[in-house]
């Protein structure tokens, strides 16, 4: 009778064991699941400066990607528009959505009414929302590929052609018709999934975390029409390395954002420093805060970015600190959305 009873607590206590860690693991889904929907909604304060007159310009398309034009020569920053879902990103293998790149590459060349060519790509960093639609742009609309090593080998794993792939060090250049483009060693913002080389062609599907950051670079951009010093300066990660824009002045910087909001106020006035003191910066517009597993378009039609949700990004926190940062120093800051054209005015 007594052993009866013991067997009895016994499976009663396993029960209630399962239970109890069915609950708290629906719980902590729950949680996650609702980190991944809830994000801020962001004010977009993007006011586009007076009709430049140069003819340069700047179509922004969510991330750091972005694509620039002066009429003649068009090239691309990144290109990432295949924003895999979440649920893929996290459960499958990526491979490249060509259907999705298309259709946002045509628009953008349609906005900023050039030719479907491109001269070239420079990409940021090796993850794959910076690296994995390049090559597949590069073999559709033509250029060079300009990125590190480990950029090369997701283009080599996508079959570009060594002749339209220029691997950089540390220090590099793309030049794209009359606009010149450095590219220079940067940081990437610490997040916790930083580091790696890809040290063998990536072939696709790959998992994401199968992109290796490589090389995090900064790009300064220059043009005739617009001076014979750079104007732009893009930082697409929220990482630097202090001094890095030593002896650098330019009057608008691309600011990204990714993951800055997880990252505390003396982080954010260490990088507003480097960033937009340092360079004596006029105006800044911020990039890379988006969700980037939503899309740019829908149904044809292109459609407003939505901020990182909470769980993985603060980006309320961020353009607070970075307000209070713009105020102080009397520079403009806005916050771009996709399809927000930036043109830049002739030099008087
Ligand atoms: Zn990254």
């Not at 052993?3 to 009895?8: A, D, N």
């Not at 606009?179 to 940081?187: D, G, K, N, Q």
Request: hydrophobic share 45%.
């Amino acid at each position: 009778m007594v052993f009866v009873q013991q067997k009895f607590d016994g499976w009663r206590l396993l029960r209630w064991a399962g239970c109890l860690v069915v609950g708290v693991t629906l719980i902590a889904l729950g949680a996650v699941l609702y980190g991944l929907r809830t994000a801020p909604t962001v004010d977009l304060e993007f006011s586009a400066p007076k009709a430049g007159d140069s003819g340069v310009k700047m179509l922004f398309l969510g991330t750091s990607s972005m694509a620039w034009t002066d009429g003649k020569n068009t090239w691309m920053v990144d290109g990432f528009f295949s924003r895999q879902a979440v649920s893929r990103v996290a459960f499958s293998r990526l491979d490249v959505d060509e259907q999705r790149v298309l259709e946002v590459a045509k628009e953008a060349f349609k906005r900023l009414d050039v030719p479907e060519v491109l001269s070239g790509i420079v990409v940021a960093h090796s993850h794959y929302d910076h690296a994995i639609d390049a090559p597949f742009l590069v073999k559709t609309f033509g250029g060079m590929l300009h990125g590190s090593e480990s950029t090369a080998q997701i283009a080599r794993g996508q079959d570009v052609l060594a002749t339209h792939v220029q691997a950089t060090g540390k220090q590099g250049l793309a030049n794209f018709g009359q606009f010149r483009v450095e590219l220079r060693e940067s940081a990437h913002a610490p997040t916790g999934f930083t580091g790696g080389f890809n040290a063998s062609p990536l072939h696709l599907p790959a998992h994401a975390l199968s992109f290796k950051e490589g090389i995090s670079y900064s790009f300064l951009v220059s043009h005739p029409l617009l001076g014979n010093r750079p104007f732009a300066l893009i930082q697409p990660s929220a990482g630097f390395i202090p001094g890095q824009n030593k002896g650098i002045t330019v009057d608008t910087v691309f600011l990204g954002t990714g993951g800055l909001g997880k990252l505390d106020a003396l982080y954010m006035a260490d990088y507003w420093q480097e960033m937009v003191l340092n360079t004596e910066a006029k105006q800044v517009y911020l990039i890379h805060w988006d969700n980037f597993t939503l899309p740019l378009m829908q149904q044809g039609v292109p459609i407003s970015l939505q901020a990182m949700p909470n769980l993985v990004d603060d980006f309320s926190k961020s353009l607070r600190e970075l307000k209070k940062l713009s105020q102080r120093d009397g520079v403009s800051l806005h916050v771009l959305n996709a399809w927000d054209m930036v043109e830049f005015p002739r030099l008087p």
